[in-house]
């Protein structure tokens, strides 16, 4: 890397891992050791690790909108219809594009259609990259990965397999990003180098190097536990149908899915440490490091399986790791989000901007974080059964505001109070201070916001290509 670099102008690497809830990560006092790279990081001198991160989503395309906006779903709308349909307006800054605009080059390589210029969160990356596995070997920027991911399968997939949901595509993703980076440190020009793990997105299917790390405690072998999960996770149809049945697993069915999901966690949190620990190769930590994850998942929380239709905090809250980065070093017990680290992060580079909602974290501590979840799709669960109850769900847009003690949940149809980790009794009426306090608070929130109401459509519909549909269906959003 050259030594020429103005170091008042880091480079920023931003990881965000795919499904990975916070009560999972070790680094977050999860009793499996699932995250070991990332408590390395936040244990370095410059690092600092926020157990009580909370991403402004549940799904990928809001909460993704979200970190690369520094705004809330509401003022966003990608992901408010349920089906990411909506782009990105086109008066909403990034904070890519202005950093691009400030000279720094900007580069993507994620694998999630839903970050891509159907729903136009490429915007600002001047190198934008999406990944598809199925056409790896066909494809330039990763040929090269792909067949050392061939060589290599046995090792870092599932061996000769035809089914492409059990092939991973992390190690092809680490392996370019990895030569993405020795260019994009060739020259003195600072870079924002931003990347979308897919692991450890359901079907939860380990490498073979990782697929027994949790299984010597549960009643499954490996190979029944990871069939267990194929079978469970086979399509979003039959997902939905065991949510309609009310997830009808034994213990040692749920202990087996859980071992298949912390392996996964694993493997992602090795990609991690691989490229912390080429980036620190190259400039000698000089970069701003930060790792998080888009959302969690839940097993039978709430009635759910995955990631749909609650705002659970085991949905919402995720790690939060950073390294590099002057003033929040420490470990962090606060309530934090997303918001506020991309506003941290634009405030320390010299690109704030009038939009960016949350705090700067070198200076104060939120007092409450906002999540949010738009449009509920009822149809396909009373599909799968006319009788399911979807009663104990909210059915329309709601937001949920998190404290240290508490979460409110409001909607139109109806406000809950919740004292955590309880979030299934509604205390609203026996905390009628509480609940009328943080009202006010959501209030004040929605006051600050620039919430639109849908009608912006002025960049038209977001449409998929063949291609991203499949790739969309592979990981079980389809």
Known sequence: MSQERDEARPNVVWITLESVRAANASVCGYERETTPNLRRIAEQSDGVSFPHCFSQSMWTPASSASI??????????????????????????????????????????????????????????????????????????????????????????????????????????????????????????????????????????????????????????????????????????????????????????????????????????????????????????????????????????QGILGHNLVLHDHLTNVPMVVSGLDGIAGTRDSVIQHVDVTRTVAERLGVSHDQFSGVDLRETAPDYAISQRGVPDFDEYLEADSEFDVSRYHGTPVTALRTDEFKYLKSSDRAELFALPDEETDVGEERPAVRDRLD???????????????????????????????????????
């Not at 038209?460 to 079980?476: F, I, K, N, P, V």
Request: with cysteine.
């Open 440 to 478: 006010g608070q959501l209030e004040d929130a929605f006051r600050r916001m620039t919430v639109r109401d849908g009608s912006h459509g002025s960049n038209g519909t977001a449409e998929y290509s063949a291609a991203m549909e499949q790739q969309l269906a592979d990981l079980g959003y389809l």
């Open 68 to 301: 690369l906006t520094g705004t809330y779903l509401s003022e966003h709308r990608v992901g408010y219809d349920g089906k990411a349909e909506e782009p990105l307006p086109d008066d909403v800054a990034t904070l890519p594009g202005l950093l691009r605009d400030r000279g720094y080059r900007t580069a993507c390589l994620t694998p999630s259609s839903y970050l891509s210029e159907a729903t136009g969160l490429d915007k600002g990356f001047e190198k934008h990259h999406l990944f598809l596995l199925r056409k790896a070997f066909n494809d330039a920027e990763t040929r090269r990965e792909a067949l050392r991911y061939l060589l290599r399968s046995r090792r870092y997939g599932p061996g000769f397999s035809l089914n492409v949901r059990e092939h991973n595509q992390t190690y092809v993703m680490q392996e370019t990003l990895k030569r993405w980076l020795d260019t994009l440190s060739a020259d003195a020009s600072p870079f924002f180098l931003y990347t979308h793990c897919p692991n450890p997105h359901l079907p939860y299917t380990p490498p073979r190097k990782w697929i027994d790390r949790f299984t010597d405690d549960i009643a499954y072998s490996a190979s029944e536990a990871l069939e267990l999960s194929l079978e469970t996770y086979d399509s979003r149809d039959r997902m939905i149908q065991r949510i309609a049945d009310g997830c009808p697993f034994t213990p040692d069915e749920w202990d087996a899915l859980r071992a298949m999901y912390d392996a996964e966690i694993a493997y992602a949190d090795e990609f991690v440490g691989t490229l912390f620990d080429h980036v620190r190769e190259l400039d000698a930590g000089k970069t701003v490091f930060v790792v998080t994850a888009d959302h969690g998942d839940l097993f039978g929380e």
